[in-house]
């Protein structure tokens, strides 16, 4: 056992962000996000929220103070769905940077998802839930 470790955060979720370097991606994928078939290591985090994920990742998690931190999966356009997590997202990010998240395009998103470190996927139901962080340096 460890002190101070999130214990929704897996052994194996904590290896990878360990073994991340400067600039490295992670992304935390909705249920409905195709993270098997785009992801290069897929860690499950089935029954959990990307809020309360995102919560104990950035705990442990520094993000780059030199490019956008933190990107989210913009709406496709004319998509009426709501998407209050993203402002519970934003008071998540608040304390760990002064950036606000940047909008990306959905296939835009899947394609920068293709080359991010690692995806963690979650059983998160909201629409357009899914988020990447750049990691930063200690």
């Not at 002190?3 to 994928?29: T, Y």
């Not at 931190?69 to 709501?82: F, R, S």
């Amino acid at each position: 056992m460890l002190k101070g470790i999130p214990s929704i955060i897996s052994p194996e979720l904590l290896k990878i962000m360990a073994q991340m370097g400067h600039g490295d991606e992670i992304v935390i994928g909705d249920g409905n996000f195709p993270g098997e078939s785009i992801g290069k290591r897929v860690v499950r985090c089935d029954g959990h929220g990307v809020a309360e994920l995102l919560s104990a990742i950035l705990t442990l998690f520094p993000l780059d103070v030199y490019e956008k931190p933190v990107y989210l999966m913009e709406k496709v356009l004319g998509d009426a769905v709501k998407t209050p997590i993203w402002d519970e997202y934003r008071k998540i990010i608040k304390p760990y940077t002064d950036e606000e998240p940047e909008f990306i395009e959905r296939f835009a998103f899947y394609e920068r998802a293709k080359n991010a470190y690692a995806v963690v996927m979650t059983g998160e139901k909201a629409l357009y839930a899914n988020v990447i962080l750049k990691k930063g340096v200690v």
